[in-house]
């Protein structure tokens, strides 16, 4: 038989802090391509963000204070990081006629699904995490909500029936403890509510940040999508290169501005710029004035949406509540199943 029901794509991103060419390129543009592939459902984590919420809003606070500025509010920290998030997706293409766009906390259902999921897992699962692992390891305070983390992005994922899960590589342990999550509830109460959910991860490698690291908040290195003018050449010209003079032949393929050139550039571009690396006589102060015109080129048209978009506040609410309006009779539907195969209701 044909099944002509649309796939249901699902995907969250926390909001946690100015978003990156890391971000755009591992995540946000395969949500944006996917729209028309699918029933396509993307929110803003929230309640996720507030495991590292404290932490993040302490370090920004700090470098405020270095730099003489005041901080904000933990509370002002996460709302205005949502808005951004919000106004960022809907600049990049998001289209609110194709994709349902929301804010998790709109849709508390998925908390009393978390809670259920969380009484058929075990313990073990979640100590094996290895995000947890790694932000523990990085000095954030080990909460219970942290280590459940993966619970609630289950629930997230779960809760729409949801068949596609576009995400990063770092993403795939959760996807499995999801299907492991699944298959718990189903075994449980011996009905098929949930379909295993598979992720789809874009063929684009780990994008680089101005010091050679994977590109990360946590480390310091991005380059903002929305950065523009004397902010965003500060941060190309301090990619990080090598000392070999100008006159040196260089090679393009172990050089950070050459690697984030390639993300934006036509072959025939990158072929140009490798050449006249390779042949010597050109600074790598050329080569960024390059990487520089080819982020403006592809996001200049990008910053003007969000300018409009940032002058409509009661817009991009009313996108963000028909969202959630949207996502909210999906949830509501599955609980419905959830309590009476679980027998909370009749
Ligand atoms: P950060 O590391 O800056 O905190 P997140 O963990 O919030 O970023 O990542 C959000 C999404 O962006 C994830 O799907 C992640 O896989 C993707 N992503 C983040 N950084 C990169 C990168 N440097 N290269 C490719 N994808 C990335
Ligand atoms: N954990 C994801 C991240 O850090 C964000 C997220 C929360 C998510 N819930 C989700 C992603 C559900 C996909 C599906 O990037």
């Not at 729209?35 to 920004?60: K, N, S, V, W």
């Not at 470098?63 to 002002?76: M, P, Q, Y």
């Not at 449980?188 to 101005?210: C, Q, S, W, Y």
Request: hydrophobic content about 40%.
């Amino acid at each position: 038989m044909n099944d002509k029901k649309p796939r249901r794509i699902l995907s969250g991103v926390q909001p946690s802090g100015k978003l990156h060419l890391g971000n755009y390129f591992g995540a946000i543009r395969q949500h944006i391509a996917l729209q028309d592939e699918g029933d396509c459902f993307y929110f803003i984590a929230d309640y996720h963000a507030l495991t590292t919420l404290r932490d993040a809003a302490e370090r920004e606070a700090e470098e405020a204070k270095r730099n003489g500025r005041a901080a904000r509010s933990v509370a002002d920290f996460l709302r205005e990081n949502v808005w951004d998030v919000a106004i960022d997706y809907l600049a990049l293409g998001l289209d609110p006629a194709k994709a349902a766009f929301f804010r998790q906390s709109d849709v508390p259902e998925v908390t009393e699904l978390a809670w259920i999921l969380s009484t058929v897992t075990g313990l073990g699962l979640l100590e094996r995490a290895h995000s947890y692992k790694d932000k523990t390891a990085r000095g954030i305070q080990a909460s219970v909500g942290l280590l459940t983390y993966p619970v609630l992005m289950a629930a997230d994922i779960l809760i729409y029936r949801s068949n596609l899960v576009p995400v990063g590589k770092d993403q795939v342990q959760h996807l499995e403890m999801t299907r492991d999550m699944a298959g718990y509830f189903n075994t449980a109460f011996g009905k098929e509510i949930f379909p295993p959910p598979m992720e789809r991860l874009d063929n684009v490698p780990v994008v680089p940040g101005t010091d050679g690291q994977k590109m990360s908040k946590s480390y310091g290195n991005t380059i903002e999508i929305f950065a523009e003018g004397k902010a965003l050449k500060k941060a190309v010209m301090g990619v990080v290169t090598d000392s070999a003079p100008m006159e040196a032949p260089k090679n393009p393929d172990t050089c950070n501005v050459f690697n984030l050139f390639k993300l934006f550039a036509t072959e025939q571009e990158q072929a140009a710029l490798a050449e006249r690396y390779r042949a010597g006589g050109m600074g790598y102060g050329e080569a960024k004035t390059q990487l520089l015109n080819q982020i403006d080129a592809y996001f200049g048209p990008f910053r003007e949406k969000r300018k409009q978009l940032a002058a409509d506040p009661a817009g991009v609410e009313a996108v963000l509540q028909a969202g959630a309006a949207k996502a909210r009779a999906e949830a509501q539907k599955t609980m419905e199943l959830v309590r009476k195969a679980t027998g909370l209701r009749k």
